[in-house]
């Protein structure tokens, strides 16, 4: 496995998670653009945010806007997605992708489950 996400949990709504990304072995996450994925049970997977090789937001999806934010520590390999105020329409497993740009490929993680639930 290359991509890892980790920070997954249950919290009770109004809470807020750190959901971390973290390249490993041969893939370097600098200089190319991660995208986060949720995917709710009986539901499509839904990409919820971009972020660019050059560490622009270019992507926030209506559902997450002013909510959910993504940002990169080139140190440590790894991107973050910060969710706050959460709501238990959150509730999903949650997967960061690495994005190609030269062959419109992704490079999938696992997956961590986020439960938001009183």
């Known amino acids: 496995v290359q991509l890892v996400e980790s920070g997954g949990g249950f919290v009770p709504p109004g809470e807020y998670l750190t959901l971390s990304c973290a390249g490993s072995g041969e893939s370097n996450l600098y200089g190319y653009a991660v995208v986060w994925f949720r995917q709710a049970p009986g539901k499509e997977r839904e990409g919820l945010s971009c972020?660019?090789?050059?560490?622009?937001?270019?992507y926030n999806a209506n559902s997450v806007k002013g909510r959910f934010t993504m940002s990169r520590e080139n140190d440590r390999n790894t991107v973050y997605l910060q969710m706050n105020n959460l709501k238990p329409e959150d509730t999903a497993v949650y997967y960061c992708?690495?994005?190609?740009?030269?062959?419109?490929?992704?490079?999938w993680g696992k997956g961590t489950l986020v439960t938001v639930s009183s």
């Open positions: 972020l660019s090789s050059t560490d622009t937001i270019t």
């Open positions: 992708a690495k994005y190609y740009n030269y062959s419109g490929a992704y490079e």
